[in-house]
C-alpha cells in the first residue's frame, strides 16, 4: 500500500469476560481514517461500532456515539471483520469499542482501543499548504478562488509538477491538469503518450465535490512527498489529475454545466466546451488507466468498469476481473471499506465517460460513493460524512496508482491489443449493449444487463461511412463534425473517386482505426444518439466500399433519465 499505516494498539490476547464479547479489536491509523479489526464472534450477523473522543489521559471528552455497523454482506471477507472508521477531525485522539448483534440484540462491548489519529499532513513546502476543505475539516468545499491559488502555490513550488491548461468553461474558468513525474514531469503530451500514464477525473457534477477534494490533497501529496513508493510511482509513470472539469457547475452547486447540460452525457456528441476539451486531452495523452470520479449509490466505494460492447472483450475483463473484482475488493476488504458494484451499471451509452474510455482503449473505471451516511455509518455530522467520502476516494485513487505500477506493462500490451483488435475492423457491432456484470459472492447485488435488441446489432460490420461536405462542415449548435471527430481522434480522408462519383463531395471515415468502437454510434443513422446520419457503406470483392442503399429506420435521439441518489 502506497500509505504507511501506523497500529494505534496491536490486537488483544485476553479472554472475552463476558458471553459473546468482541476480543481482539485494534486499529491501525491511516490517511483519512483509521482501519478497525476483530476477531468474529460465532453467530453474530452484525457488529456495532463505537467511538469516544478522549483526552491524553484516555478520559472521555464526549459522548460516546455509535459510528459504524459492520455487516458481512457488504464485504469479500465476511469471515474477517474490518471497518474503515471516518468522520472524524483529524490529529483528535479517541478510544474505540466494538460489540456483536444477534439479530437487534446486542452483547457486551470489546475493551476499547486508544489512539491518537494521524492528523492532515504533508511534507517540505506542502506542510502548511491546505485546501478549504481541510481548513475547515470538511465543513466547506474549496472554492474555484481558493482551488487557483492552491493548484498556483502546489505548482509554484514543486519540479515534479507542471500545471497544464485544457480548456475552458463556457463562462471562462480554466480547467486545469496537474501533470506529476519524478524527479520531473516528460516534457509534452507525445513523450507521455508513449509512457505508462494514470489518469484521474475528479469532478464532472458540479454537485458531486468530494472526489474534486481528494484529489487536490492528493496533488500536494505527489508534489512534496518523500514517500518512496510513491517517488518509484512518478519515476516510472506519469499521473495526470484533472480536479475540475466541470468548474460551472461546481460554483453553482449544480449536477450540470452552466447550460444545465450533464457534461457526463456528452463524452461521444462533444457539444460543450468542457467536454471538447477533455476529448482533445485524452486524443494527445492516451492515458492507460483512469477513474471518473463521482458521489452517489449505496456503498462506501461503488466502482464499475466500462461494459459497452463495443469494447474489446479483454479490456472489459481488465477492468472488472483484475483492477475491481480482485484488486479494490480485496484491498477495499483489508482496509475495512464498503466496495461493491455500481448498481445502476445497466446504461450500455457510449456517452457516458467510464465506457467512453473503454471505447478509447483505456482500462477505465467509475468511482462513486454514498452521498449520505447511511445505515452502516449512522450518527455522521455533514463534515464527518464529507471527510469519509473524500478520504475513502483517496484511498481509491491510491489503489489504481498501485495497481498501474505493479502491472502496467502488462496493461500497455492490452492496450496495444485493444487498438490491434479494433483496427482490424472484425466482429460485430452494436449500437448500445452491455457486457454483463454477475453478482460478486458473497456480494449479493449486481448492476442490470443491458441486453442489445437485434435491431442495434451489426453483424456484418461495415468498412467505412460517407459523410456529404454539408455533414462534414456543415454548422451545427454543438460545433461541426469535422471539429469534433478531430478531438476524439478519428481519422477521417477526402471520399475516393468513385465515391465521389456516386454519392457527390464528401468525405470517408474508415473502421479499421482504433476507434472504431465509437464510430457507428456517431455516425449511423440507426445509431441511439448519433452525431450525424452517414451513408453505411460496405467492402465489395473488389475491396471498395460499397454503399448501403436502404436503413431500417431513423435514429431514435435517448433521453436520459435520471435517479436522484445515481450520478454515473
Same mark, same amino acid.
Given at each position: ?37 476483530? @476477531? ?15 483526552? $491524553? ?94 493548484? &498556483? ?7 515534479? /509538477?507542471?500545471?497544464?491548461?485544457? $480548456? ?111 476529448? &482533445? ?7 492507460? /488507466? ?41 484491498? &477495499? ?76 506493462? &502488462? ?15 472484425? $466482429? ?35 468498412? $467505412? ?98 435517479? @436522484?441518489?445515481?450520478? @454515473?
Amino acid at each position: 500500500a502506497i500509505a504507511t499505516a501506523i497500529a494505534l494498539v496491536q490486537p488483544g490476547s485476553a479472554l472475552a469476560q463476558e458471553p459473546n464479547q468482541v476480543t481482539g479489536l485494534a486499529a491501525v491509523q491511516e490517511d483519512g481514517f483509521a482501519t478497525l479489526s476483530w @476477531d468474529t464472534v460465532e453467530g453474530a450477523t452484525d457488529y456495532q461500532v463505537e467511538r469516544t473522543p478522549v483526552d $491524553g489521559a484516555d478520559q472521555p471528552t464526549g459522548p460516546a456515539t455509535i459510528v459504524g455497523l459492520w455487516q458481512p454482506t457488504r464485504t469479500v471477507t465476511p469471515d474477517a471483520p474490518t471497518f474503515a472508521e471516518s468522520g472524524f477531525v483529524l490529529g483528535q485522539r479517541f478510544c474505540w469499542r466494538v460489540r456483536a448483534r444477534f439479530g437487534t440484540e446486542a452483547q457486551a462491548f470489546s475493551e476499547p482501543v486508544c489512539g491518537t489519529t494521524r492528523p492532515q499532513w504533508g511534507v517540505g513546502p506542502g506542510a502548511s499548504l491546505r485546501t478549504q476543505f481541510e481548513q475547515t475539516n470538511g465543513a466547506s468545499y474549496t472554492s474555484d478562488v481558493n482551488e487557483f491559488l492552491y493548484t &498556483a502555490a502546489v505548482d509554484a513550488a514543486s519540479e515534479r /509538477v507542471r500545471v497544464v491548461e485544457i $480548456g475552458r468553461t463556457l463562462l471562462g474558468r480554466p480547467i486545469n491538469m496537474f501533470v506529476f513525474g519524478y524527479p520531473q514531469p516528460l516534457a509534452g503530451a507525445a513523450q507521455i503518450s508513449e509512457s505508462p500514464t494514470t489518469l484521474i477525473e475528479c469532478h464532472v457534477h458540479g454537485n458531486e465535490p468530494s472526489m474534486r477534494e481528494s484529489c487536490l490533497i492528493l496533488a500536494r501529496e505527489l508534489a512534496f512527498t518523500d514517500d518512496p513508493t510513491l517517488l518509484q510511482i512518478m519515476e516510472r509513470s506519469t499521473v495526470l489529475i484533472v480536479p475540475t472539469l466541470n468548474g460551472d457547475g461546481r460554483a453553482a452547486n449544480t449536477r450540470g454545466s452552466s447550460t444545465g447540460q450533464d457534461l457526463n452525457r456528452d463524452h461521444s456528441l462533444l457539444r460543450e466546451p468542457e467536454t471538447k476539451a477533455f476529448a &482533445a486531452m485524452l486524443r494527445d495523452y492516451t492515458p492507460d /488507466v483512469a477513474v471518473d470520479g463521482h458521489n452517489g449509490d449505496s456503498e462506501d466505494l461503488p466502482v464499475l468498469g466500462p461494459r459497452h460492447l463495443n469494447v474489446f472483450e479483454g479490456l472489459y475483463s481488465e477492468a472488472k476481473n483484475r483492477l475491481i473484482e480482485s484488486w479494490i475488493y480485496d484491498n &477495499a476488504a483489508l482496509a475495512g471499506w464498503y466496495a461493491g458494484p455500481y448498481s445502476n451499471g445497466g446504461a450500455s451509452q457510449e456517452t457516458i465517460l467510464r465506457n467512453t474510455f473503454g471505447l478509447k482503449n483505456i482500462v477505465g473505471i467509475l468511482s462513486e460513493n454514498r452521498a449520505g451516511a447511511g445505515i452502516t455509518r449512522p450518527g455522521a455530522t455533514f463534515a464527518g460524512n464529507e471527510n469519509r467520502k473524500s478520504y475513502g476516494q483517496l484511498w481509491l485513487v491510491k489503489q489504481l496508482l498501485d495497481y498501474h505500477d505493479e502491472n502496467h506493462s &502488462a496493461i500497455r500490451r492490452l492496450v496495444a491489443q485493444s487498438r490491434a483488435f479494433q483496427r482490424a475492423n472484425v $466482429g460485430r457491432i452494436v449500437f448500445r449493449g452491455s457486457y454483463p456484470w454477475p453478482p460478486f459472492p458473497p456480494l449479493p447485488s449486481a448492476p442490470d444487463v443491458d441486453a442489445p435488441e437485434p435491431d442495434a446489432i451489426l453483424e456484418d460490420p461495415p468498412c $467505412g461511412y460517407f459523410l456529404s461536405e454539408d455533414q462534414y462542415r456543415g454548422a451545427q449548435p454543438g460545433g461541426t463534425v469535422e471539429l469534433r471527430l478531430n478531438l476524439h481522434g478519428i481519422a477521417v480522408q477526402p471520399a475516393p473517386g468513385y465515391l465521389v462519383r456516386e454519392l457527390g463531395p464528401g468525405y470517408f471515415v474508415p473502421m479499421a482505426q482504433p476507434l472504431r468502437g465509437l464510430i457507428p454510434p456517431l455516425l449511423d443513422q440507426q445509431a441511439a444518439e448519433p452525431m450525424v446520419g452517414g451513408v453505411r457503406l460496405q467492402e465489395e470483392s473488389s475491396g471498395r466500399c460499397a454503399q448501403v442503399v436502404s436503413v431500417p429506420f431513423q435514429a431514435a435521439i435517448w433521453s436520459a433519465g435520471l435517479n @436522484d441518489y445515481v450520478s @454515473d
